[in-house]
């Protein structure tokens, strides 16, 4: 089956960029998407088919993906920010949906 | 906007069945959309269980499939999980949520299950 990677953490200072990664084998040919989870709820989309933001989600919030890398970035981070982050394809070729591992980021 | 809430007891013995429902409210279950379990282990990450469409079509995630049957009952718009020989490894906060084509676009607050005797 498909398996997707992510860092277990990444911290970026208040103001500057954070860039979380998800790895997998020729991922630039299939649609990404990223959810935020704040602790006790639920996860939230905040890009889908790599680079799309749904209406609510800040334009500090953006992805690319290309090769075997999906990219998040945020910028001007916030303290708002902190959450887990996790990536997510639909293997066509099995109609199965894979997350990542997810990423903890934390803003100092 | 669609919502959705999950329910079911809280508290699966081992070896036992965990039936959860989701029910959906601002939207019907049988428009154009799959509708999907998701799994969290207290600390751990997301797991995919599997999703259902209105026709009945499902698909599951591999690892769980020989003990996952999800199921949609259009009469009272919401949709199920059962999962059977429990073990202290599916105590989770389990999710139901809706397929936007190929990701999860709405999510209900989730329900946290325990495994033990």
């Known amino acids: 089956s498909y398996e997707v990677t992510q860092p277990l953490s990444v911290s970026v200072a208040l103001g500057q960029t954070a860039r979380i990664t998800c790895g997998g084998n020729n991922i630039g040919s299939k649609n990404v998407h990223w959810y935020q989870q704040k602790p006790g709820q639920a996860p939230v989309v905040v890009i889908y088919r790599d680079s799309n933001r749904p209406s609510g989600i800040p334009e500090r919030f953006s992805g690319s993906n290309s090769g075997n890398t999906a990219t998040l970035t945020i910028s001007r981070a916030q303290a708002g920010d902190e959450a887990d982050y996790y990536c997510?394809?639909?293997?066509?070729?099995?109609?199965?949906?894979?997350f990542g591992t997810g990423t903890k980021v934390t803003v100092l | 906007q669609v919502q959705l809430q999950e329910s079911g007891p809280g508290l699966v013995k081992p070896s036992g069945t965990l039936s959860l429902t989701c029910a959906v409210s601002?939207?019907?279950?049988?428009?154009?959309?799959?509708w999907s379990w998701v799994r969290q282990p207290p600390g751990k990450g997301l797991e995919w269980i599997g999703e259902i469409y209105h026709s009945g079509s499902a698909n599951y995630n591999p690892s769980l499939k020989s003990r996952v049957s999800i199921s949609v009952d259009k009469s009272k718009n919401q949709f199920s999980l059962k999962l059977s020989s429990v073990t202290a490894a599916d105590t989770a906060v389990y999710y139901c949520a809706r397929v936007f084509v190929d990701y999860c676009d709405f999510w209900g607050q989730g329900t946290l299950v325990t495994v033990s005797s």
């Open positions: 997510q394809v639909w293997d066509s070729s099995t109609a199965w949906k894979v």
């Open positions: 601002g939207g019907s279950i049988s428009s154009n959309y799959w």
